[in-house]
């Protein structure tokens, strides 16, 4: 059974920073591209970033890019998000999601999501 | 960025009512069109992936149509644990783009 478990979500003071974690387990993590997705309080759904089994490929939303930072271990089985420069428009839920085999086919899996609230 | 325009926003609707939800691109995006539940508190799940490729363990009264820029979701009859959101994708270009979200409500 494909399970993500999400960790490292809290309360981060404006500015600060955090990493987040997600823990992959029943299939072969370094075959599938990760994701980010977060979703503020009452609001849709906003894809963050990307990154391939091999970490060849990465790619982020222009509101992330330059403050986040995703990575992998594949060793371990799993993927990271490192937060930098948080703001109170950084407040939401985070989910990773399992890309599905064939790019095209969207996101098969989802962790439950862990949340980060942004507060001075 | 391709923009993906739902609607409506939400609607009510009764159990057994036939509920069409439409998902409209800002360009072409041939079938790269996925839909996705989410129920409140909990994660999203993939329903329909490539436009009309039902999910394994999705129910048959849930499908989906469309290429090109215009998409939309049908369940067929509605059931209770249908309430939800329903969000469209595209998976045609990075960044891969939901659209608003579209929320069933029991009438």
């Known amino acids: 059974e494909v399970q993500l478990v999400e960790s490292g979500g809290g309360l981060v003071k404006t500015g600060g920073s955090l990493r987040l974690s997600c823990a992959a387990s029943g299939f072969t993590f370094v075959t599938y591209t990760m994701n980010w997705v977060r979703q503020a309080p009452g609001k849709g759904l906003e894809w963050l970033s990307s990154i391939s089994g091999s970490s060849t490929y990465i790619y982020y939303a222009d509101s992330v890019k330059g403050r986040f930072t995703i990575s992998r271990d594949n060793a371990k089985n799993s993927l990271y998000l490192q937060m930098t420069s948080l703001g109170a428009e950084d407040t939401a839920i985070y989910y990773c999601?399992?890309?599905?085999?064939?790019?095209?086919?969207?996101?098969?899996?989802w962790g439950q999501g862990t949340l980060v609230t942004v507060s001075s | 960025d391709i923009q993906l325009t739902q609607s409506p926003s939400s609607l009510s609707a009764s159990v057994g009512d036939r509920v069409t939800i439409t998902c409209r691109a800002s360009q072409t995006i041939s079938s790269y069109l996925n839909w996705y539940q989410q129920k409140p508190g909990k994660a999203p799940e993939r329903l329909i992936y490539a436009a009309s490729n039902l999910q394994s363990g999705v129910p048959l009264r849930f499908s989906g149509s469309g290429s090109g820029t215009d998409f939309t979701l049908t369940i067929s009859s509605l059931l209770p644990e249908d309430f939800a959101t329903y969000y469209c994708q595209q998976s045609y270009s990075t960044p891969r783009t939901f659209g608003q979200g579209t929320k069933v409500e029991i009438k």
């Open positions: 999601a399992r890309d599905a085999l064939n790019f095209n086919w969207g996101f098969d899996s």
